[in-house]
């Protein structure tokens, strides 16, 4: 035991005296190995999140409280030099069961190509792929994109991923300028399947967006997927597809465009997608804006049309929000907003949703 103590007293001692003679040799304006590595740590896991809570009220009987999200993020640097860049993000869900969202790694060697493999945001829709739920500017997304860009339990195809998916991106841009580039690109092969899991299929989806920013504020995009879902039929009930591990494979296509204009007071953005799932075609649109009248506080609305079959209309649904976004301080977001939810063939249906958003 007492050689034990000796050996350890001995390498203390040295490692203290090794960094007193680096500190001495190293020049004034290097900063100490512990720092310079306390600052790579920095680099390479940088964690954040957020949480939202609120209460929502509709004339069907609904009044509740419910806990919404509950998001973790690490992500960061892996390497930043020559030869480009390797970064990567994990997200997870808490609330509920938990489950991994985002896990991904991205290179790229040059601005204008780049490889992404993992689970992460499909680039189908502008809404969905650049506006996650702090971003977005009201409490829920469209009515387009939570039916074709399987962002929601009320997806057509049934298939909720979070509009997520797993596989290989292809992303890239071009012609840059001062802050931003005048076209960008993604083209990925994703399996098309659930979240955190193995495809059950040899089929592939192939989903591409091409987005060309004329000015800074600008974008304008263009998307597309072509791909197979297990769908054994429609349910006229649910007004969507029940998603099945089955043989029965039908064409999943979607195809659309939008434009988003964004400054920092104003906003402004369109959206149009359509889409045939088995032998159902659908479409839908949203137009968009929003104004800060004063300092943190931000009047928004929100026109939604949706057709779940465009050879039958008789059950289409338009949306009309309005809201107001307050932003007290820095890691906190207010929202309350209003929707006359008109479908036809039925009553039409008032909702209240209040959201608190707190982020760290």
Same mark, same amino acid.
């Given at each position: ?21 680096? *500190?001495?040799?190293?020049? &004034? ?15 390479? #896991? ?30 960061? @640097? $892996?390497?930043?030099?020559? /030869? ?12 509920? *069961? ?42 829920? =997304?469209?009515? #387009? ?6 962002? %929601?339990?009320?997806?057509? %195809? ?51 967006? $091409? ?11 263009? !998307? ?9 039929? =429609? ?7 029940? &998603? ?11 195809? /659309?465009?939008?434009?988003? !204009? ?14 045939? *799932? /088995? ?6 649109? !949203?137009?968009?804006?929003? !104004? ?10 929100? +026109? ?14 338009? @949306? ?17 907003? +209003? ?5 036809? /063939? ?15």
């Amino acid at each position: 035991m007492k050689r034990k103590c000796i050996i350890i007293s001995a390498l203390v001692l040295a490692g203290w005296v090794a960094n007193a003679q680096q *500190t001495e040799t190293q020049p &004034a304006t290097e900063k100490p190995v512990s720092e310079q590595v306390a600052e790579q740590v920095k680099k390479l #896991v940088v964690p954040s999140g957020f949480l939202q809570t609120g209460y929502t009220y509709t004339d069907a009987h609904t009044s509740t409280f419910l806990l919404r999200r509950a998001r973790l993020v690490l992500q960061g @640097d $892996l390497y930043k030099g020559d /030869g480009g860049k390797v970064d990567y993000k994990l997200q997870l869900e808490l609330t509920g *069961t938990p489950k991994i969202l985002d896990l991904f790694v991205r290179y790229r060697p040059i601005d204008e190509f780049g490889l992404k493999l993992g689970q992460y945001k499909s680039p189908l829709s502008i809404e969905n792929s650049e506006y996650n739920p702090v971003k977005l500017e009201f409490i829920n =997304y469209s009515l #387009v994109v939570q039916r074709l860009a399987r962002m %929601s339990k009320n997806d057509l %195809s049934g298939y909720n991923q979070n509009g997520r998916d797993l596989g290989l991106e292809f992303v890239g841009s071009a012609f840059k300028q001062d802050g931003f580039s005048l076209l960008n690109y993604e083209l990925a092969i994703f399996n098309g399947h659930t979240l955190n899991a193995n495809d059950n299929n040899e089929s592939k989806d192939v989903v591409g967006r $091409l987005i060309v920013k004329p000015i800074k504020d600008l974008s304008v995009a263009g !998307y597309f997927q072509w791909g197979e879902g297990a769908l054994p039929g =429609y349910d006229e009930a649910t007004r969507k597809f029940a &998603a099945q591990d089955t043989n029965l494979y039908v064409e999943m296509n979607r195809f /659309g465009g939008g434009v988003a !204009y964004k400054t920092q007071k104003a906003f402004a953005r369109a959206e149009y997608i359509a889409g045939k *799932t /088995g032998t159902l075609n659908s479409q839908g649109f !949203y137009l968009a804006g929003g !104004y800060e009248v004063i300092k943190g506080l931000s009047l928004v609305a929100r +026109y939604d049309f949706f057709d779940d079959d465009t050879d039958n209309s008789d059950y289409s649904e338009q @949306d009309i929000t309005v809201g107001l976004n307050y932003n007290p301080v820095k890691p906190i977001d207010l929202k309350l907003n +209003y929707t006359l939810q008109n479908n036809k /063939g039925r009553d039409n249906l008032n909702s209240i949703y209040f959201m608190v958003t707190v982020k760290y």
